[in-house]
C-alpha cells in the first residue's frame, strides 16, 4: 500500500538567470505571469494559485511539486519520511512536505492552498460534420493571441535506474502505470503513470519516468490548455513571436494527446496539449514498444526521426547494454508483473 494517493500535479519549479526574458516568453505560452516575494509565478485559469515557479538564479529545473488529497494525507507521508510540514509561503499558501527522490530532484507535496474563481475560456464551438452539422448561420472567426493555459497536466522526468524510481514514487504517491515503455521485450525503458483515483477518470499519465542516456534532467512539462482550436491558434501566436518550436502538431499514441512542444529561452521545454485519455484504477497496465514513444498517428514526427535533431548520443550502445544487464536479471529470476 502506498503512504499516500496523491491526487495531481501541482506545479513545476525553475531558476533562470532573468526573470523578464522568462516572463515574456510565459506570457506567449499562455500563463498569467506575475511577481511575488523576488519570484516569477505562472498560473492557468483552474483557480490554482501557481503552475510554474521560477526563482533568480542559474538556469536549472529545480523540484516538481504534486497535491496530497488532504492535510492528513500530508501528516502521514511527513510521519513516515521524517520530514518537517512547513508553512508555503507562496501565493496560495498552505503546506508543503519537501522531499528529494533517487535522482536528486525536488519533489513537494502540498495541501491546504487557497483556490481562486475559475477563469473565463474561450467556448467550444460547435463542429459541422459529414455525420452532424449542428452549425448553421454561424461563422467561425479566430483572433490571434496566446493559448489559454488551464492546468499542469504532466510531467517527464529522466532518472538513472527506472525501476529504482519506479517504486519510489508509487510506494510514497500512489500511482498507477498506464503504460509501460520497452526498449525489447522484457527490457522496460520507462512508464507512464497515472494518480489513482478509484472511479474517478483522471489523465492517461501525470509523470513518466525515462531511463535514457545523457544527463538526467526535465525532459518537459505539459499544460492543457483549452481545445484544439486554443492550441492551434497559440502555435501560430508562437511562431508569429519567433519562440522556438521543438515538436508539433502531432497527436501522440499513448495518452492519445493533441501536442505541441516549445522550448522557452533557457532550454526548458514545455508542451501545450488537448484531448487526452482518461482512465480510472480499473484499467490494467499495457506494455508499449519504444517505436510507440516517439511516433504519431498524425502530424509532426519527432525531430530525430525528420533528420532535424541528432539522437541522444550512446543510445545504441544503452539499449544494447539496457538488453544483456536484464537478459542476465531474467535468467536469476522469473519475469514480475507491472505493479
Known amino acids: 500500500m502506498p503512504i ?63 497535491r496530497a488529497q488532504s492535510l492528513s494525507d500530508l501528516e502521514a507521508l511527513a510521519a513516515h519520511e521524517g520530514a518537517p510540514i512547513e508553512d508555503l509561503d507562496e501565493p496560495g499558501g498552505g503546506k508543503v512536505v519537501r522531499l528529494t527522490d533517487p535522482d536528486g530532484y525536488g519533489v513537494e507535496v502540498v495541501a491546504g492552498q487557497a483556490r481562486e474563481p475559475v477563469a473565463s475560456l474561450p467556448t467550444d464551438l460547435p463542429r459541422n460534420t459529414a455525420m452532424a452539422r449542428p452549425r448553421v448561420r454561424e461563422t467561425i472567426r479566430l483572433q490571434p493571441a496566446p493559448a489559454h493555459v488551464v492546468r499542469l497536466g504532466h510531467a517527464v522526468l529522466k532518472v538513472r535506474d527506472f525501476r529504482r524510481s ?26 507512464f503513470m497515472r494518480c489513482d483515483r478509484g472511479d474517478r477518470p483522471t489523465d492517461h499519465h501525470t509523470l513518466f519516468l525515462a531511463q535514457l542516456p545523457g544527463e538526467i534532467g526535465l525532459l518537459h512539462a505539459a499544460f492543457e490548455v483549452a481545445n484544439f482550436d486554443d492550441l492551434m491558434v497559440g502555435h501560430q501566436y508562437l511562431k508569429a513571436r519567433k519562440r522556438q518550436s521543438a515538436w508539433g502538431v502531432g497527436r501522440h499514441i499513448m495518452g492519445s494527446q493533441v501536442f505541441d512542444y516549445w522550448k522557452d529561452p533557457f532550454g526548458n521545454e514545455l508542451e501545450h496539449w488537448t484531448d487526452g485519455d482518461l482512465f480510472t484504477a480499473a484499467d490494467p497496465p499495457q506494455k508499449q514498444p519504444m517505436s510507440a514513444l516517439l511516433s504519431v498517428q498524425w502530424g509532426s514526427p519527432h525531430p530525430m526521426f525528420a533528420g532535424k535533431r541528432p539522437p541522444p548520443p550512446g543510445l545504441v550502445s544503452f539499449v544494447t547494454a539496457m538488453l544483456l544487464r536484464f537478459k542476465r536479471l531474467f535468467r536469476r529470476a522469473p519475469e514480475r508483473s507491472v505493479a
Do not use: C, N
Open 4 to 66: 499516500i494517493r496523491i491526487e495531481d500535479i501541482a506545479h513545476v519549479r525553475f531558476a533562470a538567470p532573468d526573470l523578464g526574458v522568462m516572463r515574456a516568453f510565459l506570457e506567449d505560452f499562455g500563463l498569467e505571469v506575475f511577481e511575488s516575494q523576488g519570484r516569477l509565478y505562472g498560473r492557468g485559469r483552474d483557480g490554482r494559485a501557481f503552475l510554474h515557479v521560477t526563482e533568480p538564479g542559474p538556469a536549472r529545473f529545480l523540484a516538481v511539486g504534486f
Open 166 to 191: 519506479e517504486r519510489w514514487y508509487k510506494d510514497r504517491f500512489g500511482f498507477l502505470t498506464s503504460d509501460e515503455v520497452e526498449a525489447a521485450e522484457g527490457v522496460p525503458l520507462g512508464a
